[in-house]
């Protein structure tokens, strides 16, 4: 199983980004999609997180609330997490975490992607 992240860029202060995630391999469940950041020096932390159904429960960070927005894309293996009114000091690697499993057979775990950087700078 992998995930495979897409979105990510340079982006004014104010300004808007969309992030993807796509889940290759977690065939038979994925309890949450989330996604978590990492700054440079600190450390990996949770943006945002949705259940495994379409319109599955959100939970937000307090310091996204409001601006950020998880959703599920046309499939149920797709995460986008829209940004808006972005900030400086949120510039960081965005990756993305399915919780799942592969198979009925296999366990469950924590699966993450490579990251995407967003860069929020004039």
């Known amino acids: 199983a992998h995930l495979e992240e897409s979105g990510g860029g340079l982006v004014a202060p104010g300004g808007s980004l969309r992030l993807t995630c796509t889940a290759f391999?977690?065939?038979?469940?994925?309890?949450?999609m989330a996604w978590y950041r990492q700054a440079p020096g600190r450390q990996r932390e949770h943006v945002a997180t949705i259940g495994e159904t379409i319109a599955g429960n959100v939970f937000y960070s307090d310091a996204v609330k409001g601006r950020f927005t998880i959703s599920k894309g046309e499939s149920v293996n797709v995460v986008h997490l829209q940004m808006d009114n972005v900030k400086p000091e949120e510039t960081a690697v965005y990756y993305c975490n399915v919780d799942g499993q592969e198979t009925y057979f296999t366990a469950r775990e924590h699966y993450w992607g490579q990251g995407t950087q967003v860069t929020v700078s004039s």
């Open positions: 391999g977690v065939g038979y469940k994925m309890y949450t």
